[in-house]
């Protein structure tokens, strides 16, 4: 099949030229016509329409048509023999010469009349608006024929001057033609190659899209397009912005500055909460271009070494804390008091504690409750984390910027970051695990960032502490769960609360609200039994001893292997992705195993 070919000639002269060149092309199906800028645009726009692969012309209207067309353009370039003979044509004029055109063309005839010793004044141009006062000036300082493409002679002879065309020789038009050729295969073998990695995100089960800064979907894999069709959609279909309009916002340009880190998000879908990664694709062209895909929700392995997470708070008031116990009533006080003022503010307390639900309550009980609140979370050092943390902290402008794992950093970061707080105007809240003067005793943390917060320090207690508080949180956690899963449950069983009470809660709130959501899974009546605890623990007296890993083999070969899963959901800390992952099953399958 030939290459349909548009060559639009800017002068009569390159179109008969063209034409008898044509004849010789086999690989080339050209039509030729005449159109000098401006006209050649709705030509160009024509002939797009019917499926031509490629358009070949000339200086300022090659440029143009750039602009105004998705096909591909190839200019014949000015060559040295175009030059050569111009410059043998005007060698022995005697009237005073102007050359006038872009930088191209002035470049090339500078650099040949230098080597022959013919010196001829030039003025570049960079549109062609600039072509009538160039000619005015030329001139005013007194040339009387003006070298140029056509639009440069047209304005000299409207002028009064004469002109001479730079025309385009044989071959030049033959190189045009062959550069057509190697243009063609090579799009043709990036179509090819675009078309795989198509079908294969096509494959994929990951749900992806692909859109540009208008919101406008130029890709999205089957699984993402599954998806859609399952969301809330009012207007335009084509606009990523129509089903999830969070994304219509400043978080486009975050993206941006921190590529290649991502943004996560969670969604809600069908009443079903999901994770999703938002980011930026760098490319050659002008137009930004983001990506969202989806992934599981407690997929807690992470790409990168930053995590920016766009948070929407579990809790959005500090009356939705459950608990009357003095510690927590000491917690509620202190964080009331954070959240009058603006000033950076460290919570620290065990895992699973609720430093980042409380740190939500504070931003929304506070007066940047209607700005960003983002969660960055620091895993390890590298060397572009300062220039990260300025663009969050800089794009995150009266908002709330959540700082975890600061400790993480080395000293001199610290200091750096410490710095970049003092600048901006976002509210800081950090988050640590130790205590920050231990951590200071430590070397860990940064003399700059404590004394920041020095003075707002909240420590969060572990769940031993506040017992009295722990049924309450049941019931709390039973009534959640009851709505997500469509259970029934009202209460536990006296024993089963006893187990409960007498149990080791290592990460406190966060794996009681696992325990409680597991029992209501597997509960088959009104309340919770210490026998649903036990189908969520095997031998749970002895399963919590340290070091224990004992599998009885002389069990059914169902029994062990569901020994064996819980043993391994105990060392993930009940994290189904990751133990789903390590056992080497999809998560539906565990819990297959489980019943």
Not at 162 to 178: R, W, Y
Not at 221 to 227: D, E, G, R, Y
Not at 539 to 562: T, W
């Amino acid at each position: 099949m030939k290459i349909k070919t548009l060559f639009i000639a800017p002068y009569p002269g390159l179109k008969e030229l063209a034409l008898t060149l044509a004849k010789e092309q086999q690989s080339l199906d050209i039509t030729v016509v005449q159109g000098d800028l401006q006209e050649a645009i709705p030509i160009a726009k024509q002939y797009e329409k019917e499926d031509y692969d490629i358009i070949i012309s000339r200086g300022g209207t090659a440029q143009l048509l750039r602009q105004h067309t998705s096909l591909p353009v190839i200019e014949i370039k000015v060559s040295g023999y175009d030059i050569l003979r111009i410059l043998t044509l005007v060698k022995d004029y005697h009237t005073n010469l102007r050359i006038i055109g872009f930088t191209n063309i002035c470049q090339g005839f500078v650099s040949v009349s230098n080597l022959l010793g013919v010196h001829i004044p030039y003025t570049i141009i960079h549109d062609q608006k600039e072509v009538a006062e160039a000619v005015r000036q030329a001139k005013a300082e007194g040339a009387q024929t003006i070298i140029g493409d056509t639009i440069t002679c047209k304005t000299a002879e409207a002028n009064g001057l004469q002109s001479i065309l730079i025309t385009s020789g044989k071959e030049s038009v033959i190189e045009a033609f062959e550069q057509a050729k190697q243009t063609y295969q090579a799009m043709k073998n990036a179509a090819k190659q675009v078309k795989l990695y198509k079908q294969l995100l096509q494959k994929t089960k990951i749900p992806i899209a692909i859109y540009n800064e208008n919101g406008t979907i130029q890709f999205a894999s089957s699984s993402f397009q599954k998806i859609l069709a399952f969301t809330k959609n009012d207007s335009d279909e084509s606009s990523i912005y129509a089903y999830f309009p969070f994304l219509d916002n400043a978080y486009k340009q975050l993206c941006q500055e921190i590529e290649p880190v991502e943004i996560q998000y969670a969604y809600a879908i069908n009443d079903e909460w999901v994770q999703l990664r938002q980011g930026y694709l760098k490319t050659d062209q002008n137009e930004n271009q983001y990506y969202l895909r989806f992934s599981e929700k407690d997929d807690n392995q992470e790409e990168y070494s930053l995590s920016v997470t766009a948070i929407q708070p579990i809790m959005t008031s500090f009356s939705q804390i459950v608990g009357n116990s003095h510690p927590i009533q000491t917690v509620i006080h202190q964080g009331k008091k954070a959240a009058m003022h603006d000033e950076p503010v460290a919570l620290y307390g065990e895992k699973g504690t609720g430093k980042k639900t409380l740190a939500g309550i504070i931003h929304c009980e506070s007066k940047q409750k209607d700005e960003f609140l983002l969660l960055v979370r620091i895993l390890a050092d590298y060397r572009e984390i300062i220039d990260h943390l300025k663009s969050i902290l800089a794009h995150s402008e009266k908002g709330t910027c959540v700082l975890q794992g600061v400790e993480h950093l080395r000293l001199e970061h610290q200091d750096d970051v410490a710095q970049l707080i003092h600048e901006a105007k976002t509210r800081t809240i950090f988050l640590f695990e130790d205590s920050p003067i231990n951590l200071l005793r430590q070397k860990k943390l940064s003399t700059h960032i404590f004394k920041q917060f020095k003075q707002n320090q909240i420590r969060l207690p572990s769940l031993k502490e506040y017992m009295e508080d722990l049924d309450e949180y049941v019931r709390k956690f039973i009534a959640q769960y009851n709505v997500k899963y469509g259970k029934q449950i009202v209460g536990v069983h006296e024993e089963a609360l006893r187990w409960l009470y007498s149990r080791n809660w290592k990460d406190n709130l966060q794996e009681l609200s696992h325990v409680i959501e597991q029992a209501i899974q597997v509960a088959n009546h009104e309340y919770i039994s210490k026998e649903d605890l036990n189908n969520i623990f095997k031998n749970i007296d002895d399963y919590h001893q340290p070091g224990y890993s004992f599998i009885d083999l002389n069990k059914p070969l169902a029994e062990i292997e569901k020994d064996i899963i819980w043993k391994v959901l105990q060392e993930e800390e009940m994290n189904q992705t990751k133990a789903a992952k390590r056992l080497g099953i999809n998560r539906s399958t565990l819990w297959r195993k489980l019943k």
